[in-house]
Antibody, heavy 123, light 107 residues
Framework: EVQLVESGGDLVQPGRSLRLSCQTS????????MAWFRQPPGKGLEWVAF??????????EYAASLKDRFVISRDDSESTAYLHMNSLIREDTAVYYC??????????????WGQGTQVTVSS | EIVLTQSPATLSLSPGERATLSCGAS??????LAWFQQKPGQAPRLLIY???NRATGIPARFSGSGSGTDFNLTISSLEPEDFAVYFC?????????FGQGTTVEMK
């Protein structure tokens, strides 16, 4: 059974850093990309970052407004993806989700999501 | 950035009725459009990928259509568990973006 479990969300002060983890199981982690998304309270979904699978080079992509403060990484030996968030601001307050980006020969899709982890930035 | 615009914002229907949700893209996303369902306090759930492919385990009452800039999600006969928020999403180019969502509420 495929599972994704986020952790690391917390209440932090503006300007501080936080690292989120997405522990996965039940599939070959190295063969899939991983993405992070977020959802501010009462609002819609926003894509944050993406890391390709290792076989394709593990390249990363970021939402333009976040690329200077957020870093996505992956540890295939631990089947875990990370999101390092620096210089946090109040607008980063959201539930953060990780998702598996799985590709067949013909299609790619975000088929499994974690339950989300809450990040609150407040003094 | 490709902007996805969903309509209507809210759809008020009864169980058993047909629901048609629309998603328009500011430029072509080819067929790289997905639909997600989200219920309060839950993660998004993939319904449709690449415009018209049902994800694993999704009932046949859900169908997707369209290509380029105009897409629809149809729920042929609403079940009580289908009342939720629906988001369209594209992966055609960076950045990936979502529509603002359509709420399907019970009349």
């Amino acid at each position: 059974e495929v599972q994704l479990v986020e952790s690391g969300g917390d209440l932090v002060q503006p300007g501080r850093s936080l690292r989120l983890s997405c522990q996965t199981s039940g599939y070959s982690f190295a063969e899939s990309g991983m993405a992070w998304f977020r959802q501010p309270p009462g609002k819609g979904l926003e894509w944050v970052a993406f890391v390709r699978n290792t076989l394709l080079g593990g390249n990363v992509e970021y939402a333009a407004s976040l690329k200077d403060r957020f870093v996505i990484s992956r540890d295939d030996s631990e089947s875990t993806a990370y999101l390092h968030m620096n210089s946090l601001i109040r607008e980063d307050t959201a539930v953060y989700y990780c998702a598996r980006y799985f590709c067949t020969r013909f299609n790619c899709f975000l088929d499994y999501w974690g339950q989300g982890t809450q990040v609150t930035v407040s003094s | 950035e490709i902007v996805l615009t969903q309509s209507p914002a809210t759809l008020s229907l009864s169980p058993g009725e047909r629901a048609t949700l629309s998603c328009g893209a500011s430029q072509s996303v080819r067929s790289y459009l997905a639909w997600f369902q989200q219920k309060p306090g839950q993660a998004p759930r993939l319904l449709i990928y690449d415009a018209s492919n049902r994800a694993t385990g999704i009932p046949a009452r859900f169908s997707g259509s369209g290509s380029g800039t105009d897409f629809n999600l149809t729920i042929s006969s609403l079940e009580p568990e289908d009342f939720a928020v629906y988001f369209c999403f594209h992966r055609s180019a960076w950045p990936w973006t979502f529509g603002q969502g359509t709420t399907v509420e019970m009349k």
